[in-house]
């Protein structure tokens, strides 16, 4: 008998009060018992509306079917066949406007929690087996990955299971992009991070790490000296966004990127860290997507008495996901909405002493059907802080479009691609943010994932 009931079960968390000071994870996941109950609700519709909505195309109802019968590590075999990294997508992924929005649980009540499933699935695995992937049988040829974020560990996961030689090349000294110098601890754990990429090691991925591709070696380099028979770019969009404003360059004001690779990448939390990062007291964050409550409840974390979330729009434009705005709300962090700053002002010794904000209100829909935010007359203030944050957006490094013979970006950096992520550059591939601008993992997954097939196609009809 399927679970009629209207409503997931819930997912144990910390409570906000107690979370707010520590960097461990906030939810708790689900007990054997929460996750055989959940797996109940699912009607294993015929049409599977689910698979549909999953940029991956995981068989959703056939692992959560493995789930009802206490089958985990079943379930756990059929994710891996489409997923590389579902501890991370469990965790992180916006299943609101992806799977779930499509289940027929949700007509009448609330959706199957299938991110739910597939993170309990994937740390039941983690924690309870012991087998490594099995190499694929070598096919004799080489690809190169720049950038070892979802993209690039997806495309080189696909590749090494088709017996490709593959190595990841990456900038900083750490694998794992957004998933280990974004998103924080308390988010996405990083130590699940590693455990996939060892997985991806075990299946023969070679990782190079402090490989600035474009200043050590270029793409050219990489094929022509190199031998690499194709390079897949999936290098992100890294490089942040300021206001243009007076003041941005005093002394604790950071961009989002900056502030998260000290505290996620560098540890700057930790008493004993080498890498400092300023314990303000008051501090705003600009910005309203997910690097904005990113930030600000890492800001939190480390000791602000005030934080505020500083938007330009109203609380219904918000882009970061509904749950993150929730849960930065009952971590205690502000709100301050229809406002945007215009100058930051100089305290003592070349530090914030303030911010002068003005008020705004929407007016027209734009292109793009959103009321864009008009300045209110005469309504400048001033916020007392001593920090402000800047999250207003990334875009991609020029510094590969610089180095590499012909390949074509737009005029915002993104690289050209098409839809199997074939560039204007022969045996050039790229995928994830690079491409599309700043996106979700599950988006470069699947670019990742596409480009692999094409890859492969590619090498195999050159022969
Ligand atoms: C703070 C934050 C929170 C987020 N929260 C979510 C979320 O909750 N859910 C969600 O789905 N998405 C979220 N995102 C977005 C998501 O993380 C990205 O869309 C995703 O990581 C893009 O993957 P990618 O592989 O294209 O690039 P990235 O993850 O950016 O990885 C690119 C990698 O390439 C490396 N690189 C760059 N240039 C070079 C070079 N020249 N040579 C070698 N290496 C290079 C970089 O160092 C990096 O490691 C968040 C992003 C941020 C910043
Ligand atoms: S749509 Fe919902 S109920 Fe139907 S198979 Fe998918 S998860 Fe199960």
Redesign the pocket.
């Known amino acids: 008998m399927p679970n009629m009931s209207l409503k997931k079960n819930e997912m144990p968390a910390q409570a906000p009060d107690v979370r707010n000071k520590n960097f461990k994870e906030v939810a708790l996941g689900y007990t054997a018992e929460t996750a055989v109950d959940e797996a109940k609700?699912?009607?294993?519709?015929k049409h599977?509306?689910?698979?549909g909505g999953c940029p991956v195309k995981i068989h959703?109802?056939d692992f959560?079917a493995k789930v009802a019968e206490g089958k985990f590590e079943e379930a756990y075999q059929i994710i891996q066949k489409s997923s590389s990294l579902p501890a991370v997508c469990g965790r992180v992924c916006p299943q609101e406007t992806q799977?779930e929005q499509?289940?027929?649980?949700?007509v009448k009540g609330e959706?199957?929690a299938?991110g739910r499933l597939e993170r309990f699935v994937a740390d039941w695995h983690n924690e309870h087996s012991c087998d490594l992937p099995v190499k694929a049988q070598p096919n004799g040829h080489k690809v190169a990955v720049v950038g070892s974020g979802p993209a690039g560990l997806t495309c080189a996961g696909d590749l090494a299971k088709r017996g490709y030689d593959v190595t990841v090349f990456e900038a900083l000294h750490l694998a794992g992009g957004v998933l280990v110098y974004g998103i924080p601890e308390f988010r996405l754990p990083k130590a699940i991070v590693q455990k996939e990429i060892d997985n991806l090691n075990a299946l023969g991925v070679k990782v190079e790490t402090n490989m600035v591709i474009g200043k050590v070696l270029s793409v050219d380099e990489l094929m022509d000296e190199f031998a690499f028979e194709a390079v897949f770019i999936g290098s992100g969009a890294g490089l942040p966004r300021f206001m243009n404003i007076p003041g941005e360059n005093l002394k604790d004001v950071y961009s989002a990127n900056e502030f998260l690779t000290r505290v996620n990448l560098m540890k700057a939390y930790k008493e004993d860290a080498r890498t400092p990062i300023a314990h303000a007291k008051k501090v705003a964050v600009v910005g309203g997507g997910n690097v904005a409550m990113d930030a600000a409840r890492c800001a939190k974390r480390l000791g602000a008495e005030e934080v505020t979330i500083v938007y330009r729009r109203s609380e219904a434009e918000l882009p970061a996901r509904r749950e993150e705005v929730e849960h930065a709300k009952e971590e205690g962090i502000s709100f301050k909405l229809l406002t945007n700053p215009v100058r930051i002002l100089e305290g003592e010794n070349g530090f914030v002493g303030g911010m002068e904000c003005v008020e705004m209100e929407l007016g027209e829909p734009d292109a793009s059907g959103r009321r864009s935010p008009v300045v209110k007359e005469n309504s400048e203030f001033t916020m007392d802080v001593d920090c402000v944050i800047m999250a207003i957006g990334t875009s991609p490094n020029p510094l590969i479009k610089s180095t590499t013979k012909g390949l074509e970006t737009q005029r915002w950096g993104g690289i050209i691609a098409d839809e199997n992520g074939q560039t204007s550059r022969e045996g050039v591939f790229a995928g994830g943010d690079a491409v599309t601008g700043a996106a979700t993992v599950i988006l470069a997954m699947g670019a990742g994932k596409t480009a692999a097939e094409a890859i492969d196609e590619y090498i195999k009809n050159k022969k």
């Open positions: 609700r699912c009607l294993n519709c599977k509306p689910c698979v959703i109802p959560i799977c499509k289940c027929v649980r949700g959706p199957v299938i």
